[in-house]
Antibody
């Protein structure tokens, strides 16, 4: 069974750093890309970026380039989303999702993690 | 950047109604459009991909259609389990853009 299990909720102060995780199981981790999606409170979904765990090729949405870092450790089948200095506006639910891409096209994410709620408040 | 404009933002409907949600792309995106359903407190669920292909296990009352740069999601006969928020997603090689979402609420 394909599963993406995300790390637990976090409460942080502005300026602190944070790394949340998404552990994959039930499939070959390096065959699929892992994407991250933000959902701010009461708002819609926003595509942040994706990573190919096999070679760590990473693509960011322009809105998130330079704001976060996406990484993966294939030895533990886990993808990460990281902030160096959190802001109150980073308060949101963050989802990871699995996406298949060939050299010619991609399928949309079909398996999703349960979400990690990040709260940034002084 | 490609923009996805989804409408309406809210839709009031009753069980049994035929419901249609629209997403318009700012330029041609071929068939690279998916539809998701999200219920409160849950992750999104994929309903349709490649504009009109039904994901496995999704009821046949859901359908998708493309006409130029306009895409529609239709629920032929709304069921109690269908009250939720729906999002379109333009997905491309390694990138994606969501629509703003449509909440289907009880009339």
């Amino acid at each position: 069974e394909v599963q993406l299990v995300q790390s637990g909720a976090e409460v942080k102060k502005p300026g602190e750093s944070l790394k949340i995780s998404c552990k994959a199981s039930g499939y070959s981790f390096t065959t699929y890309w892992i994407g991250w999606v933000r959902q701010m409170p009461g708002k819609g979904l926003e595509w942040m970026g994706v990573i190919s765990p096999g070679d760590s090729d990473t693509r960011y949405s322009p809105s998130f380039q330079g704001q976060v870092t996406i990484s993966a450790d294939k030895s533990i089948s886990t993808a990460f989303l990281q902030w160096r200095s959190l802001k109150a506006s980073d308060t949101a639910m963050y989802y990871c999702a699995r996406q298949y891409c060939s050299s010619a096209s991609c399928y949309p994410p079909s398996y999703w993690g349960q979400g990690t709620l990040v709260t940034v408040s002084s | 950047d490609i923009q996805m404009t989804q409408s309406p933002s809210t839709l009031s409907a009753a069980v049994g109604d035929r419901v249609t949600i629209t997403c318009r792309a700012s330029q041609s995106i071929d068939v690279w459009l998916a539809w998701y359903q999200q219920k409160a407190g849950q992750a999104p669920k994929l309903l349709i991909y490649k504009a009109s292909t039904l994901e496995k296990g999704v009821p046949s009352r859901f359908s998708g259609r493309k006409s130029g740069t306009e895409f529609t999601l239709t629920i032929s006969s709304l069921q109690p389990d269908d009250f939720a928020t729906y999002y379109c997603l333009h997905y491309d090689l390694y990138s994606g853009t969501f629509g703003q979402g449509t909440t289907v609420e009880v009339k």
